[in-house]
């Protein structure tokens, strides 16, 4: 600690010389909230079932052994993650993680006490519980769900949305904070269809019944999250970029944009200020598609990077929320949580020592050459210095560190699952 100590006051003393507070930007990243998502520890099969599997254009690959196979074993999974990650995090559910106990629960049946084992674990943690409605790897979720043309099938999906959000509005009562609920449906088809109006106005209706019933928005926040195409509806999906962006514009919901569900060379980031002109709050999922959507562990890349930079000039870390979402099953999960948070809070960090009032002043005084170099130049930077400070003073290994640490938490309790 002592020669990180050394090594962070000569950074800082370096960005200091570009005006930027070092100590200020670590201040602020302190309290911004990441979600971490329960589904990376199971490979996202939940304990509906003993006997759960993947549908709906929903794959996990990989057979790393020491998955979670119980809430028990992956909330202490989670919480060996919070120990090695600095800041504040959150933890984010979807509804088939419940505990069900003897007795089958149906996904319109489910209530607050089937989640009281997570509520009561995050309460003990000090962390904030988020939620999603799942409406996928269910014998109702072929191909359609709120877009079905049967009534039954709809007013199955509606009833377990209203659920989830009554759920959510228990949670954020009980912790005081707004649970953000999630709403994602596997609505589409793989070839062409011919009535894509009919599909999205049933969508629309259903999503509508999801949410008529006013809940307090300080215990409760909706979030619509869009996707280009999945496995099995590759040629149609209701819930399209377009479609989520005006019924979040149209019914006050929060908007979610996940870095994976666009084309591999859309970026994200630069939608950030034109939906902040319209919709109050976003959610943002950092995941990392190769191709496309392929929820790979997200790494510290130029497109996380951008995504925080725009956040941070946009003034908006108020109004944005952040969640990971990506499952690998080929390496430890543990581990998969702790470089996707890490990862995340890094490009959070990197935005934050951006001289940004220097790079506005030159952008408005039209000198686009001291912009540029600027941006290159920060890229020199001895940020690493910066992040491990970070790092002791949030008292969680810095560097690779941690790694030793869920290696030996692999071996003293990964190893015993079968």
Known sequence: MTDNLKTYE???????????????AINRLRDIE?????????DVLGFESPDATLSGGIMATGNYPGKARNAEELRADMTKAFSLLPGKQRA?????????????????AI????????????????VKLDFNTSMFSHPLADGYTLASYDKGIREFWIEHGRRCRRIGAEMGARQKSPCIINHWMIDGCKEPPVDRMRRRELFAEGMDGIIAE??????????????LFGIGMESFTAGSAEFCFGYAMSRGAMLT??????????SIADKVSSSLLFIDKLLLHTSRGVRWDSDHVVVRSDDVDLLMQEVVR?????????????????????????IGTRATQKSLLFALLEPTDKMLAAEVAGDATLRLALTDELKSLPFGAVWNHYCDTENVPAGMDWLSEVRRYEKEVLSGRK
């Open 10 to 24: 000569l950074a800082k003393e370096r960005y200091a010389e570009y005006g930027v507070d070092t100590d200020a």
């Open 92 to 108: 984010n559910l979807h509804a088939i993680y419940l505990e069900p106990g003897d007795v089958m629960v149906g996904r319109d």
């Open 214 to 227: 006013k809940l307090p928005p300080e215990q409760l926040r909706d979030s619509i999250e869009s996707k």
């Open 314 to 338: 946009a003034k908006a870390l108020d109004r944005v929320y952040i969640a990971l979402d990506f499952f690998d099953a080929s390496i430890n999960r543990i581990a998969a949580w702790v």
């Open 111 to 126: 209530e607050a006490k089937h989640f009281e084992g997570w509520i009561q674990w995050a309460g003990e943690q000090n």
């Open 34 to 42: 990441i979600s971490l998502h329960c589904w990376q520890g199971d």
């Open 257 to 266: 944009y996940d870095m994976g569900h666009f084309h591999p060379t859309e």
